[in-house]
Nanobody
């Protein structure tokens, strides 16, 4: 059974940076597309960034382009989300997701709060 565990969330001031990590086990990590979603209070969950197996392609939501970077370490079965220039509107619970064919795994999320 696949498990995903996020870490690295916290409270940061506007303009600050955080790096989220998602450590996985029990999945075919190297060939899975890895995604970061976020959900703010009262809003739907939205896709923030994705990276294909072996990191050949990555995509970002327009709202985070140029500020966030997704990367993966296939040797460590871990995916990262480097977040720079954080804004209050980036406040949300951030979820890691792994997808491979019909398999779909989720972490429990990590809270990111951007506030002065």
């Amino acid at each position: 059974q696949g498990q995903l565990v996020e870490s690295g969330g916290g409270l940061v001031q506007p303009g600050g940076s955080l790096t989220l990590s998602c450590t996985t086990s029990g999945i075919a990590f190297r060939i899975s597309t890895m995604n970061w979603f976020r959900q703010a209070p009262g809003k739907e969950r939205e896709l923030v960034a994705s990276i294909t197996g072996f990191g050949r392609n990555s995509n970002y939501a327009d709202s985070v382009k140029g500020r966030f970077t997704i990367s993966r370490d296939n040797a460590q079965n871990t995916v990262y989300l480097q977040m720079n220039g954080l804004k209050p509107e980036d406040t949300a619970v951030y979820f890691c997701n792994a997808r491979l064919y019909s398999q779909d795994y989720w972490g429990r999320g990590t809270q990111v709060t951007v506030s002065s």
